[in-house]
């Protein structure tokens, strides 16, 4: 059964950093594309980012573009999310998620999912 795992959340001030990880089954990660996606209190879940299985292309969400970054190492099965100069506004459960095939920014696209990793920034 394929399986997602994020860890990394937690509290930040903003302008800092955090990097958030999703560890993945090999059976999930080896061809599958993976994606970030957020959902704070009252909002409908957003996309962040994509990766396709090479690793070679990636998708931003326009909030998030030129501060986070989407990558991926095969050796350990497991995909990040660098997120940089962030804001309250990035204040929200974050989700990875995986679909056989090319990436997607859709979340309706994605059938395999995490249990979300709290990311709060302090203003």
């Known amino acids: 059964q394929e399986q997602l795992v994020e860890s990394g959340g937690g509290l930040v001030q903003a302008g800092g950093s955090l990097r958030l990880s999703c560890a993945a089954s090999?059976?999930?990660?080896?061809?599958?594309?993976m994606g970030w996606f957020r959902q704070a209190p009252g909002k409908e879940r957003e996309f962040v980012a994509a990766?396709?299985?090479?690793?070679?292309?990636?998708e931003y969400g326009e909030s998030v573009e030129g501060r986070f970054t989407i990558s991926r190492d095969t050796a350990k099965n497991t995909v990040y999310l660098q997120m940089n100069s962030l804001t309250p506004d990035d204040t929200a459960v974050y989700y990875c998620?995986?679909?056989?095939?090319?990436?997607?920014?859709?979340?309706?696209?994605?059938?395999?999912w995490g249990q979300g990793t709290q990311v709060t920034v302090s203003s």
């Open positions: 998620a995986a679909r056989p095939g090319y990436l997607s920014n859709y979340d309706g696209d994605f059938n395999v």
């Open positions: 090999a059976r999930t990660f080896g061809d599958y594309a």
């Open positions: 990766i396709t299985y090479t690793g070679r292309s990636t």
